[in-house]
């Protein structure tokens, strides 16, 4: 079965850091551009941030770019993201998506998602 796998969400106070991976079952990772999508309660889902299959470029949508960093190691098959400053408004559910072809910010060109983690920014 190809899927892919979130880790790392969990409950941090305003201010914190967290660091999600996202790994893949059923194919390999290293060939696939992978983007990280949230979604907050009652809102729609937003990109955040793409790194590319082939030389690793990184590409950072509005609400990604600056506390967020997304980063790859193909020899682990891993996609990660460090996120750093949160603010309650980061609250949301984190999902990873792969496509084949290089980063796009459509949410639909997107083959393989994972489930989804729970960041919970909270004092």
């Known amino acids: 079965q190809l899927q892919l796998v979130e880790s790392g969400g969990g409950l941090v106070q305003p201010g914190g850091s967290l660091k999600l991976s996202c790994t893949a079952s059923?194919?390999?990772?290293?060939?696939?551009?992978v983007s990280w999508f949230r979604q907050a309660p009652g809102k729609e889902r937003e990109g955040i941030s793409c790194?590319?299959?082939?030389?690793?470029?990184?590409d950072y949508s509005h609400s990604g770019r600056g506390l967020f960093t997304i980063s790859r190691d193909n020899s682990e098959g891993t996609v990660y993201l460090q996120m750093s400053s949160l603010t309650p408004e980061d609250t949301a559910v984190y999902y990873c998506?792969?496509?084949?072809?290089?980063?796009?910010?459509?949410?639909?060109?997107?083959?393989?998602w994972g489930q989804g983690t729970q960041v919970t920014v909270s004092s």
């Open positions: 059923g194919f390999t990772l290293a060939s696939y551009a």
């Open positions: 790194i590319s299959n082939s030389d690793g470029t990184t």
């Open positions: 998506a792969a496509r084949l072809k290089n980063c796009s910010r459509r949410i639909g060109s997107y083959s393989y």
